[in-house]
Structure formats: C-alpha cells, structure tokens
C-alpha cells in the first residue's frame, strides 16, 4: 500500500485529504493537479543515487515550466536545465541562481548564448561546430568567461519512441564522434571560454539498462581521451530521459540508470550532473476533465470531454497511454470499454481508446493520471480553446499555480486590419 500520492477513501479520489472532487467543483475542468509529496519523493529517491558522486539534478524545465513547479524544485534544491532564453527567464524570475542552470539546445540563437553569457550561468551544452564559434565570438565581444560542455552524439540507439530519441547519427542533436576532438581544440584555444566538460542525452522515456551503460561507458571513454591529449574535462553532464511507467500504479524506478552509474563511475571521478524532467514530475500530476455528453455508435462508446488534445497532446502525438480513473467509484455501476475524446475537430483528439471504466454519465469528472510532465506545457489554442488551471497540493492545501486563461487573452495579440 502506497503512503503517498492519489488514493481512495469511501470510493473517492483524494490527494493529501483533499477530495479531487472538491478541486474540480472548485478550480472547474480541465485542471492540472499536481502533489507537492510525489515530487519530492522523486526527487530525493534520484538525489540518494546522485550524493555519492556528489551529484547535481538540474530539472529539465521544459518538461513543466511553471514558475511555481520550478520554485519548489528549486527549493528542494534541483538547479535547472533549460533549452531557450524563455526557460532561462523563468528561473530567473523564481530566484534559481545563474550558476545552477545549464543550457542546453541545438538551435540557441546569438541573443540567447549572449544573454546566458552576461548572467554568468553554470554552462552552455553546445552542440555543434558553428554553435562553438558563435560562442567563441560573442565571449570575446562581450569579454566574459562562459563554461562550455560539449554535447556528444555517441550514436547510440536509445530503444524508445522515434519522436524523443535523440542519440543517434539520425537525430539533430549533438556532436559527432569524429569531431569532438576538433571541437575541443577550439573551446582550448578560446581566451573567454572555459572548457567544461562533456554532455549526452540519447532519448527520453529509457527503461533499458544496456541503454545507460553504453551511453555511460562511451562517454566515459571519450572524456579520458580527451584527457589524454591534455585537455581539462572535468564536468560530465549524463542528461535525463528516466523512464516512467505510465501503464503502472508505482510509476517510478531509477533503478537501471543506478545500476549503470555504479558500475561505470567510480566516485567522485568526475563532477557528474544529471538534467531528468519527468521522471520528477510526471506522476505527480493529474489532469480533471469532466465529461460534456456520451454517445454511441454500433462499435463505440465515446465520452466526450472538456479537456482536449490542445490541453494534453501525448496521446495523439506519441500514442502514450495515460490511465483514466472516475473521481468516485460506484458499485452498482458496470464496465464498459470506452473511447475518452475532446471535443476537438479532429480524430486524433483523443485522451485515451478503448479504456474499460465504469459506467460514466454526463457532468461526471474523470482523472487522467500521471500527466505532470509535458502536459500543460504542451498546450496549445487550437479551436481558440484557452488552457487549463493548474492547482499545486502543499502540506494539504491548494495553491493555484495558473489561472484559466479567458477567450478575451486569446483574441488580445491578433490586430484586425482596417479594410
Ligand atoms: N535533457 C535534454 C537535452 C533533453 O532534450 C530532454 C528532453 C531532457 C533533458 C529531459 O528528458 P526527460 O527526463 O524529461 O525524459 N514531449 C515528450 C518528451 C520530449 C523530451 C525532450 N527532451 C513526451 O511527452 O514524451
């Protein structure tokens, strides 16, 4: 039995002891929910991996870029990994110290390195040849020193979905081999930049311990290379990509990454960093949706929701499969198989097929689970639907994180022309 995190009392949803029943009527759907206990017991499950090797954990900001979500990482003491000066902004705004945040990224814009540069961040990843050169130049205009990993593609096959595997010679990202050698003679000769060390990142949603060990060992390899012919690497940042299980009730295991870290690693070797999104906040969050009307065809159930593929896009895009749970289970209700669809025009806009739930009728809320990460933070206003509230549950109170956002907000950017 779980000590933390969603459980039923009397059939009903709680989290801490508030009712998710209660949040719905309150905050109204679709909400994201978020469980301050979940994120912390991630959070310190990774740390006690990673103190050993005196360890960093940057939260990958892009995963949930709340201000209020990063603050609490924050304060638990995860700096941050972010990938534009967007991200950069936010943890600024919340107070993360500039030397605790990396920046990592393909395609940083000059503004961006520049920007990063004057706030004297911990360090850029970069991760190509023409990336290199642009930060040589700028240091050298602005004159301040900048640490500058290089993100290393080891072609690797990450054993995950197409669309976040990042570690092959198919992908965009990082260096390759046969140039990394180069690449660090030039970070050597730069006068205004520090050679830091080395970064990889091979894919998200990794389960597989051979995946990490590869990928640990290659990088390993290549740092005492690189040390052998005289260059300083001390940094090596290992990146996330953690596997959740979202089909289970205990999401979480950092148990294959532990494994390969111990047997590669000795300790304190090298100053490890890891930069892990959603395995530290996926399975904290639950997003409410209640259903508009059901209906039926000769093959289908549909229960039609008021969140949509504009609010929660992994479905559609990834084919993830979040599990869907009544706020209140009722014994005198059957199961059905139903599809959970938005009210979005397209087919696509699905939340989940051919789940088997209880009888569920109309004004009825549901729960989708585990959608702390990349949930909100994929939203987008197609339909000109605005986006959920966000509700974060600390110490047994409810804290909105964000508001609703109208319809007039929508309309607020577009300028009508005077024809
Ligand atoms: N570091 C780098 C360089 C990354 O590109 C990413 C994720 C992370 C860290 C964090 O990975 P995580 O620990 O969260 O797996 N939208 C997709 C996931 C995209 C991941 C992109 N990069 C999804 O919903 O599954």
Same mark, same amino acid.
């Given at each position: 039995?779980?000590?933390?995190?969603?459980?039923?009392?009397?059939?009903?949803?709680?989290?801490?002891?508030?009712?998710?029943?209660?949040?719905?009527?309150?905050?109204?759907?679709?909400?994201?929910?978020?469980?301050?206990?979940?994120?912390?017991?991630?959070?310190?499950?990774?740390?006690?991996?990673?103190?050993?090797?005196?360890?960093?954990?940057?939260?990958?900001?892009?995963?949930?870029?709340?201000?209020?979500?990063?603050?609490?990482?924050?304060?638990?003491?995860?700096?941050?990994?972010?990938?534009?000066?967007?991200?950069?902004?936010?943890?600024?705004?919340?107070?993360?110290?500039?030397?605790?945040?990396?920046?990592?990224?393909?395609?940083?814009?000059?503004?961006?390195?520049?920007?990063?540069?004057?706030?004297?961040?911990?360090?850029?990843?970069?991760?190509?040849?023409?990336?290199?050169?642009?930060?040589?130049?700028?240091?050298?205009?602005?004159?301040?020193?900048?640490?500058?990993?290089?993100?290393?593609?080891?072609?690797?096959?990450?054993?995950?979905? !197409?669309? %976040?595997? *990042?570690?092959?010679? @198919?992908? /965009?990202?990082?260096? +390759?081999? $046969?140039?990394?050698? #180069?690449?660090?003679?030039?970070?050597?000769?730069?006068?205004?930049?520090?050679?830091?060390?080395?970064?990889?990142?091979?894919?998200?949603?990794?389960?597989?311990?051979?995946?990490?060990?590869?990928?640990?060992?290659?990088?390993?390899?290549?740092?005492?290379?690189?040390?052998?012919?005289?260059?300083?690497?001390?940094?090596?940042?290992?990146?996330?990509?953690?596997?959740?299980?979202?089909?289970?009730?205990?999401?979480?295991?950092?148990?294959?990454?532990?494994?390969?870290?111990?047997?590669?690693?000795?300790?304190?070797?090298?100053?490890?960093?890891?930069?892990?999104?959603?395995?530290?906040?996926?399975?904290?969050?639950?997003?409410?949706? !209640?259903? %508009?009307? *059901?209906?039926?065809? @000769?093959? /289908?159930?549909?229960? +039609?929701? $008021?969140?949509?593929? #504009?609010?929660?896009?992994?479905?559609?895009?990834?084919?993830?499969?979040?599990?869907?749970?009544?706020?209140?289970?009722?014994?005198?209700?059957?199961?059905?198989?139903?599809?959970?669809?938005?009210?979005?025009?397209?087919?696509?806009?699905?939340?989940?097929?051919?789940?088997?739930?209880?009888?569920?009728?109309?004004?009825?809320?549901?729960?989708?689970?585990?959608?702390?990460?990349?949930?909100?933070?994929?939203?987008?206003?197609?339909?000109?639907?605005?986006?959920?509230?966000?509700?974060?549950?600390?110490?047994?109170?409810?804290?909105?994180?964000?508001?609703?956002?109208?319809?007039?907000?929508?309309?607020?950017?577009?300028?009508?022309?005077?024809?």
């Amino acid at each position: 039995m779980r000590k933390i995190g969603y459980y039923r009392k009397s059939g009903e949803l709680f989290l801490q002891n508030i009712s998710l029943k209660k949040l719905a009527d309150d905050y109204g759907t679709p909400t994201f929910i978020y469980d301050s206990k979940l994120i912390e017991n991630s959070f310190y499950l990774l740390k006690n991996i990673m103190d050993p090797f005196n360890g960093k954990i940057h939260f990958a900001v892009k995963s949930n870029d709340n201000l209020g979500i990063i603050k609490y990482m924050n304060n638990l003491g995860a700096g941050a990994d972010v990938v534009s000066i967007g991200e950069l902004k936010r943890c600024l705004k919340v107070s993360v110290k500039p030397q605790d945040i990396i920046f990592s990224g393909v395609g940083k814009r000059k503004d961006e390195i520049e920007f990063a540069i004057n706030q004297n961040i911990k360090q850029l990843n970069a991760e190509s040849i023409e990336e290199i050169k642009d930060i040589i130049e700028i240091s050298k205009d602005i004159k301040k020193k900048v640490n500058v990993a290089l993100r290393v593609n080891l072609d690797i096959n990450a054993k995950t979905h !197409k669309k %976040i595997s *990042t570690g092959d010679e @198919n992908s /965009k990202f990082g260096i +390759i081999y $046969d140039e990394i050698v #180069n690449a660090y003679k030039l970070l050597n000769e730069a006068s205004f930049v520090n050679p830091y060390g080395l970064a990889v990142h091979v894919g998200s949603q990794l389960f597989d311990y051979e995946v990490f060990f590869q990928t640990f060992s290659k990088i390993k390899n290549l740092a005492f290379e690189l040390k052998n012919l005289g260059f300083k690497v001390n940094h090596l940042d290992l990146g996330g990509g953690f596997g959740v299980d979202y089909a289970a009730e205990n999401a979480l295991n950092y148990k294959s990454f532990s494994k390969a870290l111990n047997e590669v690693f000795k300790k304190k070797e090298f100053q490890i960093s890891v930069e892990p999104g959603r395995s530290l906040i996926a399975e904290s969050g639950v997003l409410l949706t !209640k259903v %508009i009307r *059901t209906k039926s065809t @000769n093959i /289908k159930n549909f229960l +039609i929701v $008021d969140a949509a593929m #504009n609010n929660l896009i992994r479905p559609t895009l990834y084919n993830a499969i979040h599990s869907i749970k009544p706020l209140k289970l009722k014994s005198d209700r059957s199961i059905r198989k139903y599809d959970v669809v938005g009210p979005i025009c397209e087919t696509g806009d699905f939340l989940g097929i051919d789940f088997n739930l209880q009888e569920t009728k109309k004004n009825e809320v549901l729960a989708i689970m585990t959608c702390g990460a990349y949930g909100s933070v994929m939203r987008s206003n197609y339909n000109s639907r605005p986006s959920a509230a966000e509700v974060f549950i600390f110490d047994n109170k409810e804290l909105l994180l964000r508001q609703r956002e109208e319809i007039d907000q929508l309309l607020e950017l577009d300028i009508i022309p005077n024809f």
